[in-house]
């Protein structure tokens, strides 16, 4: 979404194919499309709780959001009683006390206005379906970040959402291999939900010229899913 004076120059097709890609595989991502720490010194006997942190991406987060995460643990029961929202920049953090493992992140949109600005068409829009992030965490500051390739992820790990309803099992091996597969996939090293994911524009249209290697991919996973009716997850 970076508005005429700001659009990327070069052809999506063309950003896939650049890297080895078959353009069926972004065609088909395209459907899918440190805060606070327990370190330092605890007390005798006490241990140290379990935050887990992450940044929204599908295009920058807008002012007005209504994004929401619910987070999950491996026998499915929510961590969080409430949805937590997501801050103006897109960004949560989550304290869950003692709990350590696999974790599933959920994002959520309480409301019907615009959630993100769109990288292909400039636009505000409001997110379609949810978006998932699925991941193992310990003690201390964890990040799992949202975005449509970390969907992608939790789907090959074989976690489906329909409805926002939840399906599979949320399994810890699964979910690292396919996070390093999708990332992989996409010309990237490493674990997809760590990722920087810093977009290609600000949520004023404007170029970001910091943006990320994730952040590239996802403005270009943007300009095929304009093509699909926006994003889904």
């Known amino acids: 979404g970076q508005g005429a004076e700001a659009m990327p120059s070069v052809a999506t097709e063309d950003f896939f194919m650049g890297r080895g890609m078959p353009v069926v595989l972004g ?7 440190a805060l606070a720490s327990g370190s330092g010194s605890a007390a005798v006997g006490a241990s140290a709780s379990t935050v887990v942190t992450g940044a929204f991406t599908a295009g920058p ?15 499915k029961t929510l961590l969080t009683t409430n949805p937590v929202n997501l801050d103006v920049s897109g960004k949560f953090s989550v304290d869950i006390g003692n709990y350590t493992g696999v974790v ?40 799992l970040n949202i ?5 992608m992820a939790v789907k090959l790990a074989g976690v489906t959402s329909s409805g926002g309803n939840l399906s599979g099992a949320y ?26 994911s810093t977009p290609l524009i600000n949520a004023d249209g404007t170029a970001n010229t910091s943006a990320s290697d994730l952040g590239k991919v996802l403005a270009a996973l943007s300009g095929l899913d304009a093509k699909n009716g926006g994003l889904q997850a």
Do not use: C
């Open 147 to 151: 975005n449509p390739l970390t969907t």
């Open 104 to 143: 599933l992140v959920q994002l959520i949109d309480n409301s019907t206005g615009a959630d993100y600005r769109d990288e292909a068409t400039g636009l505000n829009l409001d997110l379609v379906g949810d978006l998932l992030s699925m991941g193992t965490v310990g003690a201390g500051s964890n990040t």
């Open 171 to 196: 399994d810890s091996a699964k979910a690292a291999t396919a996070n390093a597969d999708i990332a992989k996939a996409f010309g990237l090293v490493g674990d997809v939900t760590k990722l920087d």
């Open 61 to 75: 987060a807008v002012s007005g959001n209504g994004l929401a995460v619910n987070l999950y643990k491996a026998d």
């Open 27 to 33: 065609a088909a991502a395209a459907g899918v499309v």
